[in-house]
């Protein structure tokens, strides 16, 4: 089992930004990548970024490419959301995941945090 815990999230203005944390503890060794999911109301959760453990090879969903960085802390087992340029449309539950496959499908990751709210205001 992994555990996941995010943190970071709350209310900003647009253009502001923000840094979403995802401790990781438990059973690690069976992750290979994390991600970062969101799920605004009356939608579906969709991809936002990933990262492989081991080589910190990154991706990001358009939608937020050049705006947000996705990094990882192998020393303390946490991984982080840096999001700048923040527009209304980012306004979610952004949840992190981990599982054994470099993914943008959600239902490829084993674990999942709890959520943290994301609002941007214009």
């Known amino acids: 089992q992994v555990q996941l815990v995010e943190s970071g999230g709350g209310s900003v203005q647009a253009g502001g930004s923000l840094r979403l944390s995802c401790a990781a503890s438990?059973?690690?060794?069976?992750?290979?990548?994390m991600g970062w999911f969101r799920q605004a109301p009356g939608k579906k959760r969709v991809f936002v970024a990933r990262i492989m453990w081991d080589s910190g090879t990154t991706d990001y969903a358009d939608s937020v490419k050049g705006r947000f960085t996705i990094s990882r802390d192998s020393a303390k087992n946490t991984m982080s959301l840096q999001m700048n340029s923040l527009k209304p449309e980012d306004t979610a539950v952004y949840y992190c995941?981990?599982?054994?496959?470099?993914?943008?499908?959600?239902?490829?990751?084993?674990?999942w945090g709890q959520g943290t709210q994301v609002t941007v205001s214009s």
């Open positions: 438990g059973r690690l060794f069976s992750s290979r990548a």
């Open positions: 995941a981990s599982g054994r496959f470099f993914s943008v499908i959600g239902g490829n990751y084993e674990y």
